[in-house]
């Protein structure tokens, strides 16, 4: 947990993965109206646009996760230091998976006030069920692909090349998911298939990421 | 041997589709393409999933003739898969009147599939350490190969109908059908292994030859073969550019000077 408060810290202090995938949020909806020309979306639109949105936002977060391990050395010390390499792992899924909670902090209601038609209030308990799934899929095959591809040549090309096949079934679940509940007019209900569909995912996908995890970090 | 094999049963397989089998009562003659696209798409996936099983292998022995079975594997079943994807294309264009249409989900999740595992060789290409290289590659691999079966399942509760297809199971096609899909399904995968034998044995050559290459060069005390395997398997990749090339001369140099 020493190593999550770190990790805090450092995003705390220098600013450098959260306010931009938020900004990249925000200006990205707007890029949508203007896009689609539209001033307002419901149902499976909106849905799309903001599961679009939260994904590549995403990449960007993903993206940075390890770089100041890689280029300031981080790995080796970690190494060094007795303790078992899994923490590394759940230090940055947790602190991946709390820079998307900032991140959707800033994102959903940006974009309830931007591009939804219909009120957010009903939807939001179903919403964040959600959201709290996807975003576990997200952080367990963000942060493997992440510790993948930190020490390539061509790092912030291969990370969203690599996670955005494996995270197809997290935007399938959460945009059929959130689609009935965005609708315009009638409501939808929560689908628990498809909660099924992502929690079983996560589950896998993480199970794999800690398996495998240990061998990414040696050296 | 397995040459000779898989020339004979791709040539009972074509003698078969072309002589024996009837024509299908919808699409007539252009259903026949059925007999190679279907065992190219089963035998790539397979692949895949060979690949990770494969790189798992690597993983728990450390023995780089796995990461070489894995990496030919995951090679090889692309290939397969761009084949797959051509023919299903000729196939569905003749058939439904499209190029590509996105309410098959077995077309989506091959599609999905294929795109994540394009991504393996630029992946592997950029890690510049052999044994580092192989270790990263084979995570993704073990990762990709979980995610084949997942994928589609999750495209296939995506859709909302399913479509009937010719291929639920071979019990649907009359016998004549069946059995020359059948040998079909073993030509291809025959052509499969073969060809991945053929590229193991490339590289193992590859290998060799470099070892006593650097062995001339740097003096007879040197310890042959230590490494060579790794250094020889990134080099030998499809695509590698020449730069690529002389770079793992150079480290094949260091890795044998930290190993003799």
Known sequence: MALLRKELLVEVRTLESVPGMALFAVTTFVVFHFALNRSSVGGDLAAGILWVTLLFASMLGINRLFVADADQGGFDAFLLAPVDRTAMLAAKALALLIYLVALELVAVPAFALLLLEPSIGNALPGLLAVLVLADLGIVAIGTMVAALTVRTRARDLLGPLLALPLLVPVVIGAARASSPLLALGSHGGLSARWLLTLGLYDLLFGLIAYALFDFLVED | ????????????????????????????????????????????????????????????????????????????????GVATLITGSIWAKGSWGHWWVWDEPTLVSFLIVFLLYATYQPLRFAIEDPERQSRYASVFAVTAGAFVPMNFIAVRLASSYVHPRVLGSTSNLPPSMALTFLVALLAVALLYATLCAYELQAKRARSQLRALRRAMELGPSMHEGAGDALGARREAGAGAAGSLASAGLTSTATISGRAG
């Not at chain 2, 059925?34 to 993983?59: E, K, M, N, R």
Request: aromatic share 16%; net charge neutral; glycine share 6%.
């Open chain 2, 1 to 80: 041997m397995l040459a000779f094999c898989t020339l004979a049963a791709m040539a009972v397989a074509l003698a078969l589709v072309f002589f024996y089998a009837p024509l299908d009562a919808e699409q007539g003659f252009l259903q026949k393409i059925f007999y190679v696209h279907v065992p190219l798409a089963i035998v790539s996936l397979c692949g895949f999933v060979a690949g990770g099983l494969l790189a798992i292998a690597y993983l728990r022995s450390g023995d780089a003739r796995w990461d070489a079975r894995s990496y030919v594997a995951i090679h090889t079943s692309l290939i397969f």
